[in-house]
């Protein structure tokens, strides 16, 4: 059955930059007629996601972005699952907490609260096939009308040169006794290296419910979750942590691009298509992580949704080309970290990073890291073979793992 309806703009792909730009323009534009088509079937179990992201730091002109100012009240505060007032790394010879507040969005609290904000603006189980002109048309022949086509699909295979991938399983823990974390623990690496720089993750949701996660910085995107999950409880296990039961999985491989002469390059649907999230390259180089950007790309098109189509893809693809140009230091550190150091000594790269001072590591997480950062994250001898190092972060490279 074809149905023929007139939108102000259609969002295609229903993630996290779709969701988080749709609600902006409900809250700022409410007279804007929005839709977001959704391949997923709404009926079919999904694996859940956590999206966290570190308070932009006061040393960020808060300015720059006003959805991160006062977090807690706003509309991307009233999405947060859970805040914590800091958090705390630990290195073979580091254990440092700090106070960073730090916040999750679990991926079922997001959708409840979409479903109920944009509930006239959703359609699931409709993977979108063609856009022509002004045209929307689904794998089942549907067609909706817009105005302005939002390419919000997600990662783009083949976008950009791989340098190496973040990848992680992470189980929801509930125990018999209270664990006794007051913070997450953004990273354990006093765990055996492997694959990698290797680190545990753990989020506590409340006194008995954790989510751990074992994550790798590792040359290949390769899961084997039977192993991951045998970890994950071997890890809980020596915490002494007594399992009740175990709740949802996540999992994921995060591409991570490398410095190479090659630019980021994803195919546009039609000439008139705009391109948001990680479609458009709207990620943090060296974590993978897309929350900030998200909500930064969300903006930038509330900014400019007053454009006509062509004058939109335009201005946000002049956007995601500022922000990828942006992030050559972050790709110039990904060469180092997994072309120059081995493997099992990458740990001692971010061992050293977390001993600098809170206001650079949260600029660094929101990809704001100023020169003077950059020189005090590179000054010193690098903590792994300095040659190597030194090469990899200055040359380009085409080298390309899995
Ligand atoms: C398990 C996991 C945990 C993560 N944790 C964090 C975190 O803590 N912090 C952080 O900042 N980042 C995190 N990330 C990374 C990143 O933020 C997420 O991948 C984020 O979801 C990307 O947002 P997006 O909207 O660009 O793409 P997605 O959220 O992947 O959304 C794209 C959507 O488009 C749909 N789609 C694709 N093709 C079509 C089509 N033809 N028609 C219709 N729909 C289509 C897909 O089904 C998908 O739902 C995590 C990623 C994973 C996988």
Redesign the pocket.
């Given at each position: 059955m074809v149905v023929r309806q007139n939108y102000d703009v259609i969002f295609?792909?229903?993630?996290?930059?779709?969701g988080l730009s749709a609600l902006l323009l409900r809250e700022n534009r409410p007279e804007l007629k929005v839709l977001i088509?959704?391949?997923?079937d709404i009926e079919t179990p999904e694996l859940p996601?956590?999206?966290?992201?570190q308070t932009l730091p006061a040393s960020i002109d808060p300015s720059q972005s006003k959805s991160f100012s006062q977090v807690r009240s706003n509309w991307l505060g009233r999405l947060i699952s859970k805040s914590w007032t800091g958090y705390e790394v630990r290195f073979p010879d580091l254990d440092r907490r700090l106070d960073i507040p730090y916040h999750s969005i679990r991926s079922q609290d997001f959708w409840d609260h979409l479903k109920i904000e944009l509930s006239d603006s959703l359609i699931f189980g409709?993977?979108?096939t063609e856009v022509k002109g002004t045209t929307v048309t689904g794998a089942n022949g549907s067609q909706w009308q817009a105005n302005r086509v939002i390419d919000?699909?997600?990662?783009a295979k083949d976008a950009f040169p791989v340098a190496g991938y973040q990848k992680f399983v992470g189980l929801n823990l509930k125990l018999k006794k209270p664990h006794g974390l007051k913070a997450p623990i953004l990273m354990d690496a006093r765990v055996e290296q492997v694959d990698g720089f290797r680190f545990l993750y753990t989020l506590p949701w409340d006194e008995l419910n954790l989510l751990v996660e074992d994550t790798h910085y590792s040359n290949d995107d390769h899961l084997d979750i039977p192993h991951y999950r045998k970890e994950i409880l071997a890890y809980a296990k020596a915490q002494g942590w007594e399992i009740e039961s175990i709740g949802e999985m996540?999992?994921?491989a995060?591409a991570l691009p490398s410095y190479s002469k090659r630019n980021f390059f994803s195919e546009k649907l039609s000439p008139h298509t705009a391109q948001l999230?990680?479609?458009a390259g709207l990620?943090h180089a060296t974590t993978?992580?897309?929350?900030y950007d998200?909500v930064l790309g969300a903006e930038q098109l509330l900014n400019t949704i007053h454009l006509e189509a062509d004058a939109l893809e335009t201005s946000l693809s002049r956007y995601s080309d500022e922000r990828w140009e942006a992030q050559e230091f972050y790709r110039r550190l990904n060469n180092m970290l997994f072309f120059a150091a081995i493997p099992e000594n990458r740990y001692k790269v971010l061992e050293r990073f977390y001993q600098h001072d809170p206001d650079l590591i949260s600029r660094f997480y929101a990809g704001k890291t100023s020169a003077q950062d950059k020189f005090r994250i590179m000054s010193g001898k690098p903590p792994i073979a300095m040659k190597q190092a030194i090469y990899h972060f200055f040359n380009r490279s085409e080298v390309q793992h899995g």
């Open positions: 295609i792909g229903g993630g996290l930059a779709a088509i959704e391949a997923r996601q956590t999206w966290s992201f409709s993977s979108v919000s699909r997600g990662w996540e999992q994921g995060l999230g990680v479609r990620f993978g992580y897309s929350i998200a």
